[in-house]
């Protein structure tokens, strides 16, 4: 909000001076911007060469933009098979986070605990399968992020071996 040049899409004319250049000599600014999300209101006043005044507000919604950042441990998901293991997801906002959660599969989402700017959660995988995880975050603000992982491919079962006969060894 701040490096915002306020003379931005602002004209001015006069009847007989005609075409006025936009500038801080020509053009006084009442007020200035804050990084307050919100409204705002700043007034232009702009004279001719004889004196004569016109002020003009001009209304500013700021809005944050920045939806918070997301992030999965690590951990390969390139189609390789593993063992069990945990995968930590985190999210941060430059404000705070008010919601974050995970699901497991597309299934029911999991609430993790927030306080501040950042949370975390340990997601283990131990059964297995083939398992994508999609983690959700909300700020302040009503910004919201979602970002999903590749294939996890778990696999916990032991080898069988079958087919074993007696034998004689001599």
Do not use: M
Not at 40 to 60: A, H, M, P
Not at 92 to 110: H, K, M, P, R, V
Not at 151 to 170: C, F, G, H, Q
């Amino acid at each position: 909000v701040a490096s915002y040049n306020l003379y931005t899409g602002v004209s001015a004319t006069d009847n007989v001076d005609g075409p006025i250049t936009i500038n801080s000599d020509t053009i006084k600014v009442e007020g200035s911007l804050s990084a307050s999300v919100g409204t705002q209101k700043i007034t232009y006043i702009v004279k001719d060469k004889l004196g004569n005044e016109s002020r003009k507000e001009r209304t500013f919604n700021i809005t944050k933009a920045d939806a918070p950042v997301l992030n999965f441990s690590s951990i390969s998901s390139n189609n390789l098979w593993i063992g069990s293991t945990k995968i930590t997801a985190t999210a941060s906002d430059i404000d705070n986070l008010t919601a974050f959660s995970y699901s497991i599969n597309g299934g029911a989402e999991t609430n993790v605990p927030v306080n501040g700017k950042s949370a975390s959660v340990e997601i283990p995988l131990s059964s297995t399968g083939t398992y994508t995880i999609k983690i959700k975050a909300t700020g302040s603000y009503q910004n919201s992020a979602e970002l999903s992982s590749g294939e996890y491919k778990i696999d916990t079962t032991k080898p069988t071996v079958s087919n074993l006969t007696a034998s004689t060894a001599w």
